[in-house]
């Protein structure tokens, strides 16, 4: 079956510009999560979702970071007025419960 | 807050050694994941154990709960077996993950 997809594979924006970036799960999972991946560093949480509870948002580095996901599917991330320092490889992951599975990421670079 | 050490942090070894990454927690956890991430950036999870040991193929791991430690093994090592190789913990089921720096694992033929 299909994988974790995420789109766009590739964002280039100027500082200051908003970005969105999309995650479409695999289906049937209750949980996904978004991570972050700075170039040379280690994978950071920014935010999780599981069913209908309230998301923890507990991994965002600023309020210009949000994220929304629609029921048990797709979700969203995000980043307002966009700075340098955002850029990074953003990953989604999906879990069944017992396995994370993860997406492509999308690269994100910020001019 | 949970701290997630690797060792090592990078790794050479020759074609068909026996390999081993260790990982160390500080606080108890639900279940401990270890992932795979290839040089073009993608995430392969392993294995998930919350006791015990698994293994897959030429891939073990064990996990001693009362010690707060993990080791993934390779054994028969081969190139394609390059990758970085990362240790990450769930301190609730379901929860998120809290990861390790990784250990950038080369294998030479």
């Known amino acids: 079956g299909a994988g974790v997809s995420q789109s766009p594979s590739n964002k280039v924006t100027e500082k200051g510009k908003d970005v969105e970036l999309r995650c479409d799960p695999i289906?049937?999972?209750?949980?996904l999560y978004w991570y972050r991946q700075r170039l040379g560093q280690g994978l950071e949480f920014l935010i999780y979702f599981q069913g209908n509870s309230a998301p923890d948002k507990s991994g965002l580095p600023s309020d210009r970071f949000s994220a929304e996901r629609t029921g048990e599917s797709v979700s969203t991330l995000t980043i307002q007025r966009t700075q340098q320092e955002d850029s990074a490889v953003y990953l989604c992951?999906?879990?069944?419960?017992?396995?994370?599975?993860f997406g492509p990421g999308t690269r994100l670079t910020v001019l | 807050k949970n701290e997630v050490e690797q060792s090592p942090q990078n790794l050479t070894a020759q074609e068909g050694e026996f390999i081993t990454i260790n990982c160390s927690y500080s606080?108890?956890?639900?279940?401990l994941h270890w992932l795979q991430q290839h040089p073009g950036g993608g995430i392969v999870s392993l294995f998930m154990?919350?006791?015990g040991k698994k293994k897959h193929g030429r891939l073990i791991a064990t996990i001693n709960i009362q010690e707060k430690h993990s080791s993934l093994h390779i054994t028969a090592s081969h190139p394609r077996d390059s990758a970085v190789y990362i240790c990450a913990v769930e301190e609730t089921s379901g929860s998120r993950l809290t990861f390790g720096e990784g250990t950038q694992l080369t294998v030479n033929p």
């Open positions: 154990l919350s006791s």
């Open positions: 289906s049937g999972h209750t949980a």
């Open positions: 992951a999906s879990s069944n419960r017992y396995t994370q599975y």
């Open positions: 606080v108890g956890i639900s279940a």
